[in-house]
């Protein structure tokens, strides 16, 4: 009988904005498995302790911490050459690195626009053509970009992170098509709300505040469950997938108004 093959033991990933949240998640995860895990962050002084506690699991990948801000391509390159002189080749990329504020449209300085387009959406393209260049002179790999839910539908206050989220869909398409022959498969996942320190900041309130789960009428995810998805994208179980948008969202429950629930009505 058929088991399914969700192994990434021995394999190389790049993880970016892997200091906390969704990005750590992803990164422990992965190394868990048996897979070196590059990680970056802005802060050394942030990544660098992730990557500590990686490498002092037992029956865990290796891990490299790069200070790396991802809107600057030249950081990027940087990031991509100490992977490859570290662990010798790139296998999956994982570009979780991201921020958001919420702001009417109208307000939206052309600054603060393009602040979000740059970290959310020009970050992925410079990490995905830096570390696709590997990837297209070796033996191919994996690549996941990270959306959002508010990519997919309306999101009021958030017009420039709805945006660039929904850019990332389309380029993960186009990439899936034109990379197929290189041996490159791109998907995509778009989480819900998942309890992050940056998802409580953006809320204005503190981590330890996020409502409870029986008390919002839908879930609030957690890193993890972003984790998981991520690895099945990466594995050979998932060697049929290749354009996809993985919505991550759990699923509405009656009662109570998650937005009243977290003080936005």
């Given amino acids: 009988m058929h088991e399914p093959d969700y192994g990434v033991a021995g394999q190389t990933a790049i993880v970016t904005g892997a200091s906390q949240g969704i990005g750590e998640a ?61 662990f010798g080749d790139i296998d999956i990329l994982v570009n979780n690195a991201g921020g958001e504020f919420v702001a009417p449209f109208e307000d939206i300085s052309a600054n603060g626009w393009q602040t979000i387009v740059d970290l959310n959406l020009n970050s992925t393209v410079h990490c995905t053509q830096l570390a696709g260049e590997v990837m297209r002179e070796g033996d191919g790999g994996t690549i996941i970009n990270l959306s959002s839910v508010n990519g997919q539908h309306a999101a009021p206050g958030e017009s420039h992170y709805g945006a660039s989220k929904a850019a990332i869909i389309r380029l993960t398409e186009t990439l899936a098509v034109e990379w197929a022959d290189d041996g490159i498969r791109v998907n995509c996942v778009a989480p819900g709300l998942i309890q992050t320190p940056g998802v409580a900041e953006t809320l204005g309130i503190d981590s330890e505040d996020m409502p409870p789960r029986e008390k919002t009428d839908r879930r609030i995810g957690h890193g993890d469950e972003i984790a998981d998805v991520v690895q099945f994208l990466s594995s050979p179980a998932a060697s049929f997938m290749n354009g996809e948008t993985v919505t991550v969202k759990g699923v509405p429950r009656p009662g109570n108004s998650m937005s009243q629930d977290l003080g936005l009505e």
């Avoid at 030249?74 to 570290?86: A, I, M, R, W």
């Fill in 26 to 86: 992803i990164a422990k995860t992965l190394a868990a498995s048996g897979a070196n895990v590059a990680i970056c962050s802005r802060s050394m002084d942030r990544v660098g302790p992730v990557a500590d506690e990686i490498n002092d699991a037992e029956d865990a990948g290796d891990a490299l911490a790069v200070e790396c801000n991802v809107r600057e391509r030249d950081q990027v390159q940087n990031l991509v050459d100490e992977t490859v002189d570290e």
